[in-house]
């Protein structure tokens, strides 16, 4: 079992510029998320999938779009990349009948 | 709104001294209180899942207990593979499948 695959590990993107970030978990979980860490902000949440089909968004959704792209990947998409989206993301997944989450490694994105 | 205010920021012990971790939080309604630790450059892994006042998990040299109010994260005699960063979140009942997380406690032990 990989768990929780991010790919890429990083990125260096210019202001205005577009990428998607992908994620893909094996261990058949109904429920994935995309969070952002920031130093002194903790993690927080951007948009979560409850199942596949559905996308819903968190606490900082603006300036990102997700795509469920079937029950194991779940993509997070920059339509126009600006220095504030500079930060650590993670995907994390978790089964129906459990609270806990796991997560990826994470992709370190810089936008300059 | 749920919160949760982790202290200490930083915490430096020597191998072998005990201490704890603190995770105060406010939620309308606690389905769970989790502890993750991070290690640089990775993402969390979970460690532990509380679900009601009372309640306590160990794993090795760690022991998470829960009141109403707080939690923490116990440990024994540490190492110096134990040093990372740990960080507490809580899902409440008005919060459909978000957690909330803390800003987590940097722990380093000194050889």
Known sequence: NAGVTQTPKFQVLKTGQSMTLQCAQDMNHNSMYWYRQDPGMGLRLIYYSASEGTTDKGEVPNGYNVSRLNKREFSLRLESAAPSQTSVYFCASHRWGTYEQYFGPGTRLTVT | ?111
């Open chain 2, 1 to 111: 709104e749920d919160q949760v205010t982790q202290s200490p920021e930083a915490l430096r012990l020597q191998e072998g001294e005990s201490s704890s971790l603190n995770c105060s939080y406010t939620v309308s309604g606690l389905r769970g209180l989790f502890w993750y630790r991070q290690d640089p450059g990775k993402g969390p892994e979970f460690l532990f899942t509380l679900y009601s006042a009372g309640e306590e998990k160990e794993k090795e040299r760690l022991k998470a207990t829960l009141t109403k109010k707080e939690s923490f994260l116990h440990i024994t005699a540490p190492k110096p593979e134990d040093s990372a960063t740990y960080l507490c979140a809580v899902q409440g009942d008005n919060a459909g499948n978000m957690l909330t997380f803390g800003g987590g406690t940097r722990l380093m032990v000194k050889p």
